[in-house]
């Protein structure tokens, strides 16, 4: 916390060393990077924090006291980091503070601070590596954790790695639609290829007097595929006026905030390479189907008959256009029971009813007492201190170790000193041995997980010694059930409690009496915070609310993945009705005459509609076994993942007829009320 006279405000920053400001080339409003941390009680403040607590003035020179304690004077403002920006901090520090504070960090087993490396130019990224590889070991004996370079270009997309292996990241969902997005493009083009050479009746006498007048083929071919490229740029310059329209609810969709830059070399070269592409592709099948016409045949009345190899084609692209929107409509419904299963999955804990907050001022020093007045005031049913939230929880090493231990074995241990009254304020299950003494010296004793208890095979019990990277042995005590931490989707992890036998701690669980006025409880729970520390703000997270925010990514991927099933389905459809049109209006003789001879409107709605129906189940035939291999190979990528079940294939080949008939019924029906002499009179 920052404060100002009787202002205080709680701002995120970080501990930095002074080299970091050149390596990030840190805009600066005022000061440089020369002059940041002259001072071991000096910071830097963005520049949107020092208009809250200086205004526009240049506050270089004056102080502001950190935690109600210390004051630190104002070296510096530096501009407000962009949104987009892996780093986000509203301060800066000299690291010097934090090392000063924190005796753990001389030991070199601890993962905490990260360390930023500017290479030259001509570095060699695998050279380094491999010296970084052991580089641990030879500054602390029996350390097995290995260091390697990980690339600022990879931090946003490829950051997920499996026992230390990069393995991918947020690029996946960049790779899916893109692949999403060139598929329905897809779809579009066959749209314009079927409706293109359904209709070449119309257009069967303007290509045999083109022939006769001395047109080559190749000529014909050029002018349909150019008829094909003028449409598809059309379309790119509607598309474009469509996304600005519509970028700001995209926006809105996505948490985001992306522009179109248009007029980048980049994005202009990709706009006319795909409405080359795709006036290509579309315009291919009907420039060479309508070149080949012949053109005597044709000048002499006789009526085109469709051919068996072009009735296959048609067929075809829609049934791909239709296995596509079926996949779609699949994919959508797994993703979302991804979700829900996830997010209803058994945490090991009660996330209802359940605050934290960090504990700052005289409650950090004094964590019994609170407790006790927490606990007095009615609402609360326990609390309980711990270094980190359960979903955050960033304390982990590989380096502890037990007898019977494989030496090849290199797993991360996280592992987190709470309080003695964590495991009941948490509503965590004890399968055996005890909880920490509420009195008495616990030090020496830890809580494990049944993840861990598992990792250590036959001495995973109560009574087993373990060695942590510090050399101190600690004996179980207890096993408790598995909880969810830090990653909702991951399996159970190994996870190791300390007692934290002192008064301080960094964060305050507090979990409220069910059935009680919720804004009643949070009153008098602040009432006691500020009690304590009363310079400070009362500022708190629900537990529920925070494990909401882990589903963001996947409630945004189930999001997109329906609004481009849902336009798929659309285009599809719109291909399916243009197509129904054109079949019942070459039918409308066979249709009038069927009529004449005592045909029902049912009957003959049934019949059109029905070469369409049977389309859409081989469709369902395609893209169930093809959806079932891509869903499942996606699930792979979750430790803690849904069952793929057959009703959501049964139900989307139901919306499919659905759609489909819908489509089409409007077209059928026309046909089928229509008067038969309208169709007959010429005959």
Not at 330 to 336: D, E, G, L, Q, R
Not at 651 to 669: E, F, H, K, R
């Amino acid at each position: 916390m920052f404060s100002l006279g009787d202002k205080g405000v709680n701002e995120q920053g970080k501990y930095a060393d002074s080299s970091l400001l050149s390596l990030l080339d840190l805009p600066f409003v005022y000061g440089c990077a020369a002059d940041a941390f002259k001072d071991l009680h000096t910071v830097l403040i963005s520049e949107s924090m020092s208009v809250k607590f200086f205004g526009h003035a240049d506050p270089r020179g004056k102080s502001l006291k950190v935690e109600n304690g210390q004051e630190y004077t104002v070296t510096g403002v530096f501009k407000d980091l962009p949104e987009n920006s892996s780093f986000q901090f509203q301060w800066l520090m000299s690291f010097e503070v934090y090392r000063q504070q924190n005796d753990w960090l001389k030991y070199w087993g601890a993962n905490g601070p990260a360390t930023f490396v500017e290479l030259q130019p001509t570095a060699d990224v695998a050279a380094i590596n491999h010296k970084l590889k052991g580089y641990l070991a030879t500054k602390q004996n029996g350390l097995k954790t290995q260091c390697f370079l990980f690339p600022m270009n990879d931090w946003n997309l490829r950051a997920h790695f499996t026992d230390g292996k990069q393995d991918g990241g947020k690029i996946k969902y960049v790779h899916l639609f893109s692949l999403i997005a060139w598929i329905i493009l897809l779809i579009a083009c066959i749209n314009f290829m079927n409706l293109a050479t359904a209709r070449s009746e119309q257009r069967a006498k303007e290509v045999s007097v083109r022939k006769v007048m001395g047109a080559r083929k190749n000529w014909l071919i050029g002018q349909f595929i150019g008829e094909a490229l003028l449409v598809s740029f059309t379309a790119v310059a509607l598309a474009v006026l469509l996304l600005y329209w519509t970028i700001p609810y995209f926006n809105q969709l996505v948490h985001e905030n992306l522009s179109l830059r248009l007029f980048s070399p980049w994005h202009i070269g990709f706009l006319m390479g795909i409405g080359f592409l795709t006036g290509l592709v579309a315009g291919s099948y009907p420039a060479f189907y309508l070149s080949s016409f012949n053109p005597i045949r044709v000048l002499k009345g006789t009526r085109l008959k469709t051919s068996l190899s072009n009735l296959f084609v048609r067929q075809g692209l829609v049934i791909a256009q239709f296995s596509i929107s079926i996949l779609l409509i699949i994919a959508t419904a797994i993703v979302y029971q991804q979700v829900q299963y996830v997010r209803n999955r058994d945490m090991g804990y009660s996330k209802d009813n359940t605050i934290y907050l960090n504990l700052q001022g005289s409650a950090a020093a004094h964590t019994g007492a609170v407790r006790e007045e927490l606990l007095r005031t009615g609402v609360v049913e326990n609390a309980a201190t711990s270094d980190f939230p359960i979903l955050a929880i960033w304390n982990n090493t590989d380096n502890f170790s037990w007898k019977g231990k494989d030496p090849t074995s290199n797993v991360l241990i996280t592992h987190e000193a709470v309080s003695p009254a964590y495991l009941s304020t948490m509503h965590m299950q004890l399968l055996s041995g005890r909880d920490f003494y509420t009195t008495g010296a616990d030090s020496t004793s830890v809580i494990i997980n049944e993840s861990m208890a598992a990792r250590m095979g036959k001495e995973g019990k109560t009574g087993a010694l373990l060695k942590d990277d510090n050399g101190q042995t600690v004996t179980v005590v207890g096993i408790v059930k598995d909880v969810v931490y830090n990653d909702m989707y991951r399996s159970w992890g190994p996870l190791i409690l300390y007692c934290n036998t002192g008064e301080t701690a960094g964060v305050l669980n507090i979990h409220l009496r069910a059935g009680m006025d919720l804004a009643a409880s949070l009153d008098k729970v602040g009432r006691v915070m500020k009690n304590f520390s009363p310079a400070y703000p009362f500022d708190y997270t629900f537990l529920d609310e925070e494990i909401g925010r882990q589903f963001k990514a996947e409630v945004l991927i189930g999001k997109l993945a329906a609004v481009f099933a849902a336009l798929a389905v659309f285009i599809s459809c719109l291909g399916l009705f243009g197509l129904a049109a054109y079949i019942t209006e070459r039918r409308a003789r066979e249709i009038g005459i069927r009529k004449v001879l005592g045909a029902t409107t049912p009957s003959l709605a049934a019949l059109l509609s029905g070469d369409f129906l049977k389309w859409v189940l081989v469709s369902c035939g395609i893209a169930f076994p093809l959806g079932w291999w891509i869903m499942h190979s996606w699930l792979q990528g979750y430790d803690y993942r849904t069952s793929i079940h057959w009703w959501t294939f049964g139900l989307a080949g139901i919306g499919a007829l659905v759609i489909a008939l819908m489509t089409v019924s409007y077209q059928a029906l026309k046909a089928a009320l229509a008067n038969p002499i309208k169709s007959l009179r010429s005959e």
